[in-house]
């Protein structure tokens, strides 16, 4: 079984900073793709960054130039820093992620967590 643990969420005035983090465990060979979903109270959820085990990243327009994903491959560890962060912002953050395992890869979530920014 392999679960991603997410940390980082929380409330913050606009302007400001968070990082969010989330940790694959469980028994696999290999992390390949992880990325960071959002979803706001009556919306879809929607793509925010990804990134691939070689350090491709790929952001949604809305976050370009505030957001940075990142990740520890030895930690099997992505993280989200998000600066100038907005009341738009404010959603339920969900970490994803492409695990090769022994009978082959699948795609897992995270629990979520809640990040609001305040105006």
């Known amino acids: 079984q392999v679960q991603l643990v997410e940390s980082g969420g929380g409330l913050v005035q606009a302007g400001e900073s968070l990082r969010l983090s989330c940790a694959a465990s469980g028994i696999f060979f290999r992390v390949n793709n992880m990325g960071w979903y959002r979803q706001a109270s009556g919306k879809q959820r929607e793509l925010v960054a990804t990134?691939?085990?070689?350090?491709?990243?790929n952001y949604t327009d809305s976050v370009k130039g505030r957001f940075t994903i990142s990740r520890d491959n030895a930690k099997n560890t992505v993280y989200l820093q998000m600066n100038s962060l907005k009341p738009e912002d404010t959603a339920v953050y969900y970490c994803?992620?492409?695990?090769?395992?022994?009978?082959?890869?699948?795609?897992?979530w995270g629990q979520g967590t809640q990040v609001t920014v305040s105006s």
């Open positions: 990134i691939t085990r070689g350090g491709t990243t």
């Open positions: 994803n992620a492409d695990v090769r395992r022994i009978l082959g890869s699948d795609n897992y």
